[in-house]
């Protein structure tokens, strides 16, 4: 899931001023589960827009629509017809959707009114943890589950490094767990210890590029 949290109010408010109508548009994906994109925080924003542009005598009272996802174009037929009404938008979404609003409505500017965090799990109510950072280069299988990548400092693929404690915490803290000890311990658990041994080679910077991916099923329907 990706998880994501507010701007700042005042961040939100320099963005939109000098509009007279502005829709603020939340999604019912991933940032609604984390609390900061659906309609619920669609209607809390956009009160808390009125009155601090109250404040300063702007006229301006965003209102709100929210569709089921922000990053999938069969969820917006009915958003296509509302958005014409407006001179801007904001996006409740992660990036990703931010950036599919805005090129569904290349005319009007979009603005996100959410900074995209991280891809993690819930823990419990309103408490999200990173796991993953879309690396592109997954070596789960290799390090028993545990990403180093999201969990080592350093984010090595071969570790540990010397500033791992004889207890396993890493010497950014004595509270943070050392990602390789953690990997040392369960691959040892699972009879898989020579895992360790094998070296990785230097990652390839390919994260510089722009992505896309075609699920192998629909390959054939893509292909040009």
């Not at 009160?47 to 601090?52: F, I, P």
């Not at 938008?89 to 005319?107: K, T, V």
Request: net charge neutral.
């Amino acid at each position: 899931m990706i998880v994501a949290e507010k701007k700042p109010l005042e961040e939100i408010k320099e963005m939109i001023k000098g509009y007279k109508k502005v829709l603020n548009v939340g999604c019912g994906g991933c940032t609604s589960i984390c609390f900061t994109g659906g309609q619920k925080e669609v209607n809390q924003l956009n009160e808390d827009l009125a009155n601090v542009l109250q404040q300063e005598s702007i006229a301006l009272r965003p209102e709100g629509f929210t569709i089921e996802r922000q990053c999938n174009g069969d969820f917006y037929p009915e958003l296509d017809e509302i958005a014409k009404n407006y001179d801007a938008i904001l996006s409740m979404a992660c990036g990703a959707g931010a950036q599919f609003l805005a090129d569904r409505y290349p005319a009007k500017p979009v603005f996100p009114a959410l900074n995209t965090v991280f891809v993690g799990v819930d823990r419990d109510l309103g408490w999200f943890e990173e796991n993953c950072r879309t690396c592109r280069e997954c070596v789960l299988g290799e390090t028993a589950g545990i990403c180093p990548i999201t969990r080592c400092a350093k984010t090595l693929f071969n570790g540990p490094c010397g500033g791992t404690s004889r207890e396993g915490k890493c010497e950014v803290s004595k509270d943070t767990p050392c990602a390789w000890y953690e990997i040392f311990k369960r691959l040892k658990d699972q009879n898989r210890l020579e895992n360790i041994l094998k070296v990785k080679p230097a990652r390839e910077w390919k994260n510089q590029t722009r992505g896309t991916m075609v699920h192998e099923d629909y390959q054939k329907r893509y292909a040009r």
